[in-house]
């Protein structure tokens, strides 16, 4: 019995290191699994077969595409901060629907993303947003609106938390509650909301915003589960509507936008019809 004792105090021993030795990586590994980059600068030619260009003008320390084909009165200007895989170039769709409708696209690219220097975190991205945004509304004016999809939505909130400038109206999709829970939901036998150091805490950061705030959640979406997307729709305490996508998951929703969502969702937030 002696003998027994001992060998299963040796097994839990060896499976407590196993586990803790997982606690450790995913702690020190935890950015290669939240930020996803394509880090390959898009060239001139690329861009030109899409009718995007730089963002300022030039090219050389670029923050986002532009529609080259923007209508020139246009209605506002939608700031789209994508997502936590491939870069801006990748969200050209958002183009192709909003232009019909009279709106400006301002696809934002991330540092350490599309060729742009820098090593993704919550405090680099959100800080390089609020800038982006202060250009933004030098150059273009108001109204501006930000559309932010999956990890953009996260930044988006942090960034208009973090922000005295105003900002008409918030389209979200795929929204989370906040970065620590959602990670204690895909990792539920580890201490994974403590480990988090981006925390991206939407509800937090929107307790205070008082604009129009639309919410897409995709109903078979895996990667955030629409409870996480519903307690941050809850906690709004703002004008605010939400749609749900039946049959779309987190990455083929683009599929089940019509051309009338993409209407009715810019007319919620831009206060049209009131």
Known sequence: M???LNSLGRWLGVLLLVY???VVLLWWGQRRLIYLPDSDRPTAEQLASLHLKFWPAGGDAYRGLVDALAPADAKGTV???HGNAGSARHRHFYID???PLGYRVLLVEYPGYGGRPGRPSQAVLVADLQRTLQLARQQYGEPLYLFGESLGAGVTAAAVAASEQPVAGLILLAPWDSLAELAQHHYPLLPARWLVRDHYDSVANLRHYRGRVAVLVADRDQVVPGPHSQRLFDSLATDKRRWIFADSDHNNWPLAASES??????AFVAGEGR
């Open 2 to 4: 002696e003998s027994l």
């Open 20 to 22: 803790l030795l997982v």
């Open 79 to 81: 700031l789209v901060v």
């Open 97 to 99: 629907a909003l232009r």
């Open 261 to 266: 969502w993409w209407t009715e969702v810019m």
